[in-house]
DNA sequence: CTTGACACCGCACAGATGTTCTTGTATAAT
DNA sequence: ATTATACAAGAACATCTGTGCGGTGTCAAG
């Protein structure tokens, strides 16, 4: 199932409208909006996009259409959308959206995590977070930290860590790292120093770690950091 | 403003026909369903709901209208309705809740803030959190935290902690205190000793400060912290 | 070259839908 | 009684809006 550009922007455009209005577009205001001139030609690719069950829609009644939020995340193509997985008012009358990340495991010198198997239906945990606070939410997942070795970054045992899937990083970003060698995961600052990478703890009783590049591979970057005490 | 019972019953309908339709309904679909003959008697209630900032209307459009959560909530009146926007349904199809809490303002050796005055329609800013992480949400709020007063705590300059509403803190917690004879509102560890209060940075280039127990009221107490790195 | 699928355009039409006008019935205040 | 106000009905109207049909240009297969 490939989408033509018109196809996408039109998608586009009815999430943004319903997210902004909260009633779907009419096939004129999907037309304008798209340049397209013709109302039988946004009838024609609705009927398309509806075929491929990503839009539901009700044969003779104005505005009758919806999008099937589960079948265009299984397409990815929810991330693009405004408004993604549930649109809701907040109490000010604002829409905004939330999301979920799935928390996959622990993270520390401590077992190696499958970040690619571990999906969403895997997860174990959720964490629901406010969309405007993080950018593609969709490359997000959590962690639970084990260990103390960030604990100078303000990073404790027992705090939830959320990272973007990423595979490069930065240096001195807080990354988790896979080594290869030592088949495990572990949370470090990263430093790529020619074709060495070193990973420093952010606690000084632990050491740092030199490892070739080849042997390290990134496997996402802290965005935030998450703290229960209670 | 109190409504008719025909009023309740449309508010009713169009709820529970937006929760199953995605789109809202014509005035002909609330006029039978709401067994109202004329479509000018469902305008006419309508535009009382309306004119209560109930629902919103775009003038002349096909199914123009919808709720207006944040009203109905005030009202007393989101409960009874289909589809509210405390439930949703999770990806496995069952439900769960969330809820927002207010990001009140800021707070570190700062400006005052009032908290109690401060309620849901004033926040500037929202966190959104899963229910099963905190319990009683009703009585969270949130605080940008300014200064690095706690950084021995792991509590960072800029980091958002959520307290829960409370006058009284065990010692040791992390409490938001005020401090009647400064005018100031404080993120501080706490100890009651006799008759004095001793409020303790996390920091040691920060003093102590050790107060009357009369002048010192507990706030809240942190119940999380949450840091963005990005 | 012809054919057919595909994407697109314009337009006219009919059905869907919001609006307005007139009328009628209560109830409470004057 | 009279007036004002809230609520309701029905019909006519205007416009919004989806649908259908004829037509165009492209492109690859036959």
Redesign the pocket.
Same mark, same amino acid.
Request: proline share 6%; charged share 30%.
């Given at each position: 199932m490939k989408l $033509?550009?018109?196809?996408k922007s039109m998608l586009a455009f009815i999430a943004e409208f319903v997210e902004e209005n909260n009633y =779907? =577009? $009419?096939? /004129?205001?999907? +037309?304008t909006a798209c $340049?397209? $001139? &013709?109302? &039988?030609?946004? *009838?024609?690719?609705?009927?398309?996009l509806e075929r491929d069950k990503l839009i539901r829609? %009700? *044969? %003779?009644?104005? /505005? +009758?259409?919806s999008l099937d939020w589960a079948r265009l995340q299984e397409a990815g193509l929810a991330a693009d959308l405004a408004g993604a997985p549930a649109a809701q008012q907040a109490a000010d009358g604002s829409a905004f959206t939330f999301f979920q990340v799935p928390v996959l495991g622990y993270i520390a010198a401590g077992e190696p995590i499958q970040v690619e198997t571990a999906d969403h239906y895997t997860a174990d945990e959720w964490l629901e977070l406010n969309e405007t606070l993080y950018r593609n939410p969709d490359q997000l997942y959590a962690l639970r930290v084990q260990g103390d070795s960030m604990i100078d970054a303000s990073v404790l045992d027992g705090d939830i860590v959320i990272l973007r899937h990423q595979e490069r990083a930065e240096n001195g970003e807080m990354v988790a790292a896979w080594i290869d060698t030592q088949n495990e995961t572990t949370l470090k600052h990263f430093f790529l120093e020619g074709d060495q990478v070193r990973l420093q703890p952010a606690n000084p009783s632990y050491p740092e770690m030199f490892l070739p590049a080849a042997e390290v591979s990134v496997k996402g970057k802290v965005v935030s950091v998450i703290r229960q005490l209670e």
């Open positions: $033509s550009e018109r196809q =779907p =577009p $009419s096939i /004129r205001d999907i +037309g $340049s397209i $001139s &013709s109302t &039988s030609v946004v *009838k024609y690719n609705l009927t398309k829609r %009700e *044969k %003779e009644v104005s /505005r +009758g259409l």
